[in-house]
């Protein structure tokens, strides 16, 4: 696997936040000294490569009416993750799961995050969700208090 370039690393670094600008792309190439079109160039390659997915707003839910969100967990078998994962991943509701080892003391290892309006629009959603998804057992970890929220940033 071949490592960033100085351009590269940069980049990702300056990336997180788009400034906004009408040219955001011109405005972090003038700050770090590179043109337009060497950025873009650069985006593009690490697009091409696999290392940057997309990009896409980050919308802050509870400031957008999204006050309740929590946690469900429950432990799904191999053989049945294609169809239980199926109605979370399809859900607007639904903004993060993911399969992770259990243990002895914790038996889940299937996981996603929820959010609604209220904590009984979410019980309702998580209802139906387990529903279709054919899960009788499981538990919501509803957040109590939020500590830090930012996404993974680099840092060269």
């Known amino acids: 696997m071949r490592k960033l370039n100085e351009i590269e690393s940069r980049l990702l670094s300056e990336v997180y936040d788009l400034p906004t600008d009408i040219a955001p ?42 006050k309740a969100n929590a946690l469900f967990v429950a432990k799904v078998e191999d053989s049945t993750l294609d169809r239980v994962v199926r109605p979370f991943v399809d859900s607007r509701n639904v903004t993060h799961c993911y399969l992770r080892t259990s243990s002895d003391i914790w038996p889940y290892n299937f996981y996603a995050m929820i959010h609604a309006s209220t904590k009984s629009e979410l019980k309702a959603s998580a209802r139906h969700l387990a529903k279709e998804a054919k899960i009788s057992d499981y538990k919501l970890l509803f957040s109590v208090k939020e500590f830090k929220k930012t996404g993974w940033r680099w840092k060269k």
Request: hydrophobic letters at 45%.
């Open 25 to 66: 792309y011109s405005a972090i190439a003038k700050k770090l000294g590179y043109t337009e079109g060497e950025l873009i160039a650069s985006l593009r390659n690490l697009i091409g490569r696999g290392i940057v997915r997309r990009f896409g707003a980050i919308l802050k839910h509870t400031k957008a009416g999204l």
